[in-house]
């Protein structure tokens, strides 16, 4: 097994550690209250860090494979919202279980990935086809986590 790739999936483990926690502490209140900046409210922010996990596996796959991703910023957005409308109405329980199921496919995907596998260079459609390694990916769920929660966490608490 490849250390950088444990590094990246203890890494992501940790940040969905903490998302599913705040998941499962979250009151119906808090649950609802909007997060400053995102548009969204807590809840759907939670659940869109939890959805975000397959279409990053799938991402992280195809650069590791040299194909690359074909999808857009604009594709992105898109889906983003529609996503919003969806997941408007979903439970904490419901979110902290996806956040569960999703994160253990994703981080055991990265844990998989060979040196090789992170070195190798392909383009990323949402960067503009900027070509780049599958490490810098690799470690973009984890980040995107952290960011979302930490949003999540400061409307939360907010009275």
Do not use: K
Request: hydrophobic letters at 50%; a negative charge.
């Amino acid at each position: 097994m490849s250390e950088r790739a444990a590094a990246l999936a203890d890494d992501f483990a940790r940040a969905n550690a903490e998302a599913v926690g705040f998941a499962r502490s979250c009151g119906d209140e808090a649950w609802a209250r909007p997060v400053p900046g995102e548009g969204w409210t807590v809840g759907v922010v939670l659940h869109h860090i939890a959805d975000s996990y397959a279409q990053s596996r799938r991402w992280v796959l195809e650069m590791a494979r040299g194909d690359g991703v074909t999808d857009t910023a604009a594709l992105i957005d898109e889906a983003n919202a529609a996503h919003a409308e969806r997941a408007a109405s979903v439970t904490a329980a419901e979110t902290a279980s996806l956040l569960e199921q999703a994160g253990a496919l994703l981080e055991a995907t990265l844990r998989a990935l060979s040196d090789g596998d992170l070195d190798r260079s392909a383009p990323f459609g949402p960067a503009g086809g900027r070509a780049f390694p599958t490490a810098e990916l690799a470690a973009v769920p984890a980040r995107h986590t952290r960011e979302h929660l930490a949003h999540a966490r400061a409307a939360a608490s907010a009275a």
